[in-house]
């Protein structure tokens, strides 16, 4: 049962941090099923139009009036304009921001607004090694000549998310940051991702099977055939479906860090396989066994990155590679096992086939199959890039050109909004349609093609359903904070050691010595869904939870709350001044390096959270100077 935290009055000084700071509105917020709830104070959709002339450079100094939107063929009503230009260089007073007070920590982004923002997302889960190595030694290389200004970060993705380097301008951090093999930025092998050289393994053990199948006409063989071809068909399935979900995930957890940095943010990906649809397999036993659907986590993911504000420009890994077929590591190599021609002739023993006769096929076999894999990646990465306003790369050894190009390409853009005429909440898939007035321009624009309408039924059966735990994928250790809700917190530990008799937290296990820590939140009523009454009353209610981990990642104590927020007119005029806030108290053993907070609004669907280091927190200070 989960219990209410404990209020307290506000500190000056978190109130004050979140206040002054400009929180970003969104336009819409998906639901549990991932579709975009457009509330009623918000009904706006909102695109980044990146345009392009023929020569693929940015078109600029286009007006409102040179744009048509339209949704399912009708027109619709410019109801905002912007051009952005291009990144600017930053003045002194921000690249300077103030340090924070000591025990204060927030998840507001320490980045200044800007038009856009560059993330450099290096792919380990789907990327060969070999393919991983290049791309390091490309960005390297790009990181030389970065143009100034331009403010970009670094994240992983392996198992999960992973935080390399926070958004800066500095290019050296930045290669710094690449270069520390403690960060995670450096070449891993994928456990999900088997290798050229093991698909090659399977091939030949398969082809020998087939052999002896064709030879002997025996029906055990060819029982033991299917079944070893059924194996290995719902082992890849397994794995990639492990890799899809992960890769869904962490997007939908980078789109959670962005979305607090105001303007337009391009995700830069880098990978070599992405097999986001698998469809069934008409020559397995089972035809159903290797079949997937992605179609609600890819319905989630793209919401929460159009809400972001998020373009994804997939880059393929392998540059302009050659199929398998013509690699030395995937080459086929024709098993000793099968039959030899005869001495005499040559002729193909009775039954089977020569070596050479083998080896042709399973070469053509494997060029046939290589292709339509590799087809099948760029297929996805192009569907993705077109979905969110990006565009992918494919076929190209420049990779640092590329990414040069995508950061040009990516600054320059118009940011259009539009009220949908089309009013009905019936969760359907609205297509979005702009195009410039002017005929034979030869011009490319990229945006995102669509939305999923509100659908009233299913928003009222999802708040019928448990809550579970929301938070859970927001809170592992080292992942980047999720920004959708601004938050300020103060951490605090006790001066002397607590007794385990009685800790504070949800670990029944917990024992000492242990260390108490008073963590108080702060959070602004403008990042939360307060719904209104007539009575001028309003109702929200969130979810708070603090996870203490040690420097392995192992979670070592816990605690998880819940709060209703019930206001009338006038508490509710003091929570706009003042904020939301309350405090928890959580017991920490020794080994305890990490304690990580966060709040999740159950309205809204949104996340904030924040990951402090305890060697950061230092001696409490005095209550009187609160």
């Known amino acids: 049962m989960l219990q209410r935290p404990k209020l307290t009055l506000p500190s000056f000084v978190l109130v004050s941090l979140l206040l002054a700071w400009p929180l970003f509105g969104q336009t819409a917020v998906p639901d549990e099923n991932g579709r975009l709830v457009f509330k009623a104070n918000a009904r706006t959709v909102l695109l980044d139009v990146v345009v392009t002339g023929r020569d693929g450079k940015p078109v600029q100094g286009l007006h409102k009036e040179d744009f048509q939107v339209g949704e399912d063929g009708h027109p619709q009503a410019i109801t905002f304009f912007e ?80 935080y390399v380097q926070g958004f800066t301008d500095d290019a050296s951090q930045l290669s710094a940051a690449l270069r520390n093999p403690k960060l995670g930025g450096g070449p891993v092998s994928s456990p999900l991702l088997a290798s050229s050289g093991d698909r090659a393994s399977n091939q030949a053990l398969t082809s020998q099977m087939q052999q002896s199948v ?57 990978s070599s396989a992405f097999p986001l649809v698998l469809f069934p397999n008409p020559d397995l036993r089972d035809a159903f066994a290797v079949s997937r659907e992605y179609d609600p986590l890819v319905r989630k993911t793209d919401a929460m990155l159009a809400q972001a504000q998020v373009a994804v420009y997939p880059v393929a890994a392998e540059g302009n590679s050659t199929d398998t077929l013509y690699d030395a590591e995937g080459r086929f190599q024709a098993p000793s096992a099968a039959p030899a021609p005869t001495a005499q002739t040559g002729a193909t023993p009775p039954g089977g086939e020569s070596q050479q006769q083998m080896a042709q096929r399973m070469e053509i076999h494997s060029l046939q199959t ?135 937290g949800d670990n029944p296990n917990l024992k000492g010595p242990l260390t108490r820590y008073r963590v108080d939140f702060v959070i602004a009523a403008s990042g939360l869904q307060l ?17 203490v981990y040690d420097h392995e990642g192992v979670a070592l104590n816990w605690i998880v709350r819940s ?37 999740f609004d159950l309205n809204a669907n949104l996340a904030g959270t924040v990951e402090v280091p305890l060697s950061k927190v230092v001696a409490s200070a005095p209550s009187s100077h609160l």
């Open 563 to 599: 709060l209703d927020l019930d206001m009338d007119a006038a508490r509710y005029a003091q929570v706009k001044a003042n904020g939301v806030n309350f405090y928890l108290d959580i017991d920490a053993p020794s080994n305890s390096a990490i304690l990580r907070s966060g709040v």
């Open 531 to 547: 719904d209104p009454n007539p009575d001028g009353s309003r109702h929200g209610k969130i979810e708070a939870t603090i996870v």
């Open 214 to 270: 064709a030879e002997t006409a025996s029906p055990t063989a060819a029982s033991a055939l299917a079944a070893l071809q059924q194996f290995m068909a719902e082992q890849g399935a397994s794995q990639n479906d492990l890799r899809v979900k992960n890769t869904l995930e962490a997007f939908q957890q980078l789109a959670g860090y962005l979305a607090g940095i105001p303007g337009r943010k391009n995700v830069i990906w880098f």
């Open 370 to 504: 290589d292709s339509v894999q590799r087809n099948a990646n760029h297929t996805a990465m192009q569907v993705i890039a077109q979905d969110t306003g990006g565009a992918a790369t494919i076929n190209t050894n420049g990779l640092a050109e590329a990414v040069a190009h995508v950061v040009d390409q990516g600054s320059y853009f118009y940011t259009i909004t539009y009220t949908p005429t089309n009013t009905a909440t019936d969760g359907k898939y609205r297509k979005i349609q702009v195009k410039l007035s002017r005929e034979d321009s030869g011009d490319k624009l990229a945006y995102r093609r669509g939305y999923y309408a509100a659908d009233t039924k299913e928003a009222r059966a999802d708040a019928a359903k448990p809550a579970g735990d929301p938070l859970h994928p927001f809170m592992g250790p080292g992942m980047p904070n999720t920004t959708q809700i601004p938050l300020a917190l103060r951490v605090q530990r006790t001066a002397t050691p607590v007794a385990a008799a009685k800790p504070s």
């Open 83 to 162: 051009e952005h230009s291009g990144a600017h260089p930053l003045t002194a007073s921000e690249s300077s921001l103030p340090p924070l007070p000591p025990n204060i920590f927030t998840n507001i982004p320490r980045v200044p607004p800007s038009d856009a923002v560059t993330v450099l997302l290096l792919d380990s889960m789907n990327t060969q090694l070999a393919d991983q190595s290049f791309v390091h030694a490309q960005m390297l290389k790009y990181l030389k000549n970065v143009p100034p200004g331009t403010r970009m970060a670094i994240f992983t993705l392996g198992n999960s998310l992973g």
